[in-house]
């Protein structure tokens, strides 16, 4: 029939259409004109059948069933076409290495305890649990819990594991290949520098960022544009002055000065190491003999000297005991030995 | 720093990995709203398309604001609601004194409008108008015949859009499978004029012919309406070919335990676990046998066996 050869018909989506059908005069009425479409779809619905009816099909006990050809008709998709999943390290690295996977059991023997296992899991093959006893090796730290080690490290390699799932996730999220039920949040933004994420960042804590960023240029921040409605730095740094070295009146003094300064700070605060006792002593010592040499008159130094040496170790006494004074001059420290 | 977030429920689960992307996909969810101002045609317009893609569409029955797909930040909120209810067609019904009884029919790709028709809606008939054999009537969600009829479809570019999209709205699910006792629904669209489409819904009766192939007959049983095109706007041409992209060869999935042979067709191998004969209660054990006859048998076979055994070995 020629007029069939004329028609579209697109089994997939059991489409029939006509593109050359047009009213030569346009009914005039309704009714009319209703009807007509009607007795051309109906057409259409049984050429549409024709072909449908002659498809092979398979009997079922609610009916025939025919396997309908892909439409020809194309129409646009909802959503993209899914993206291709980026291989994660492991499979970069195992493929460059030409590693290949193997199959496991699922179930692997237990020496522990004698029986069939499972490899992973719940009641798994070299449980924890399972292990009475870890033979001691050379290497082993005495006073280490080998338990407790062998649970540390496991836990490590679950952190471990965790670390890498999330890096091969952020790749995979990057070329928007990420699993459909998988999300992607972030969390607070960590400061640069601290190793731990703060919790909820405060307002006091981001003005101190800002004002750390903004004066982070060579400039310090003093040529940089300014955004409107954006404040000064809170903090700014303090920046070292260095004053001129060479010598001369008003501001060339005031280096020495500086240094001086700092030098007899350092002094005063570890004078008490500085000073050289036994010097100090006979300094004193000789002080006082020439003082009562000038009272008395002649006598030997050597005689002279042991009765003065006497009264600094009777000033010590009462809070050492005879055996172990001698060397420690500090109160507290003596003390504190032998409380 | 990111975090790993996935639901918590199975069912959560589940209803994610229905909305992502496919690699084939199965059909299309129609939104169907309206905006602040509507007709009673509009309303019972929209409530009969909502009842003839029952099973896959969604009505929003509050007024809307904001909803202007043709200018541009009037999508929005379309936008957001496409992606809240992973819908990508969308029949939007407004009114207004320039366009009274305006019935925008938009799809999207990827949650973004991808192009749009606008019509009006004459001479409308709903549903209830029709008076038919209820036997007749269509089962929700069963596979139509679709007909376009008219030169305007294949001239003029308006009507060719709006077949499209007509199309995409009313093909419904995408099967493989058709039970041919199922067929009972044909949409007919005539291109009237150049710028005027009569649509209708109709029943089918399928009445014995003689031949394998049964005599098709439409029964009218509504909505029916002139669709008036007004404007439309196609989708961008770099999009349009981004959208028009199919799995080509998808690889076919190995079905395991099944083989096809060349003479005695597909072959199927199944598992039957060990069965353990020794465990199986044997007829002879039951309870109802008393105990010392039971024990006096056993015996008795306990005996006899090595007998047997000394048969087989000189045999």
Known sequence: MGTENELQVDLGHLLAFDPYHSFSPLPSSRDELVNECLRKGTELVQAIADRLFHLPSTEDINGPIVKLPPPTTKLPREKHLPKPKPPTKWEQFAKAKGIKKRKKDKIVWDEQTGAWKRRHGYDRVNDDEDVPIIEAKITDVPGEDPFAKRREEKKKRVEKQEKNRLSNLKQAAKVGALPSHVQLAATALPITGTQAVPEKVTKDELGNVAGLASTATASGGKFDKKLPGEKPAKKRGKHRKFLPVVEGSGIGGQEKEQTENVLRKIMSKNSHEMLNIDKAVSVYNVKKEKKRRNQQGQSSTSSKLKPDAKPMKRKNKPNEKPAKGGGSFKKGNSNRKYS | MLKVKTPKKGRVK????????????????????????????????????????????????????????????????????????????????????????????????????????????????????????????????????????????????????????????????????????????????????????????????????????????????????????????????????????????????????????????????????????GKVALPNKTKGLKRERREAKMKREKSERPAKKQKETSA
């Open chain 2, 14 to 277: 589940r209803e994610l990995e229905k909305r992502a992307p496919k690699l084939v996909e199965t059909g299309k969810k129609t939104l169907i709203l309206q905006g602040t101002k509507t007709s009673n045609v509009l309303n019972s317009v929209l409530t009969d398309i909502y009842h003839l893609k029952r099973e896959s569409a969604l009505r929003f029955t509050r007024k809307n604001d904001n909803i202007r797909p043709f200018e541009s930040r009037g999508e929005t909120s379309l936008e957001f609601f496409s992606q809240k209810t992973d819908c990508s067609i969308f029949v939007y019904g407004s009114t207004s004194k320039k366009r009274p009884d305006n019935l925008v029919i938009g799809r999207t790709y990827d949650h973004h409008i991808y192009d749009l028709v606008e019509v009006g809606v004459e001479n409308f008939k709903p549903i209830g108008s029709f008076k038919y054999d209820k036997k007749l009537s269509p089962q929700p969600g069963s596979k139509a015949f679709i007909t376009f009829i008219g030169e305007g479809f294949e001239i003029v570019d308006k009507l060719k859009h709006l077949k499209e999209v007509l199309l995409d709205l009313l093909r419904g699910e995408v099967v493989e499978n058709l039970n041919l006792a199922g067929i009972d629904r044909a949409y007919t669209c005539t291109a009237v004029s150049t710028n005027r489409v009569l649509f209708t819904h109709c029943a089918l009766r399928l009445k014995k012919s003689g031949t394998i192939v049964p005599k098709m007959e439409l029964v009218e049983v509504g909505p029916s309406m002139d669709l008036v095109m007004r404007r439309h706007r196609l989708p961008n041409e770099i999009l349009r070919k981004e959208a028009m992209k199919t799995a080509k060869d998808q690889l076919k999935k190995k079905i395991k335990n099944v083989r096809d042979d060349a003479i005695e067709g597909t072959k199927g191998r199944i598992y039957i676990p060990d069965q353990k004969i």
